[in-house]
């Protein structure tokens, strides 16, 4: 397997940037990203299929964007909820680095990037949005998710877009059987599946 994936450390290939345009939070934007990150050519299908699905954010609190890439999604966060502080969170820092570029070239003042471990234990997330990287494998992904779904605050929820291909509903059980979350299918559009989560009633 390359050492140079999305969710690689410290990618190997250039950092050669490039300015895309996208619409977030209903505005035409251009961004940067680069190679080394997920979908650096455009705004992926299935962040698309999320970003038209998920109700607003929470308008104050922490918000999550987990495996953040080039920012589409902590960006819209930040747009939608400005009161907000937002996490993008994510393994690869040259991801991090582009959020923070972008985030700049926007005028967007309350996002912190940050890798997992960087992330102060005591917070919890009033809302958490992620097109996780289904491709680090099942252990990987399950560990990850299992982390940070542990950390919505009570009335908190995550939303998740997954490939059904990639199996969307596996996922959805796990959350169910083994996290113990109320999960829903929110939404199935152009071979994806968007689902949300929150805690158990019993446990809120």
Known sequence: MSSDHYFSTSPRSRFDTRTIRAVLAGREVDLVTA????????????TRVLLDTVPAPSASGHLLDLGAGWGPVALTLAMRAPDATVWAVDVNERALDLVRRNAARLGITNINTALPDDVPAQIEFATIWSNPPIRVGKQELHAMLERWLSRLTGDGEAWLVVAKHLGAESLQRWLGDVLGLEVARAATSKGFRVLSARRAASTR
């Open 35 to 46: 190679p080394g990150v997920f979908s650096p050519e455009h705004l992926d299908q299935g």
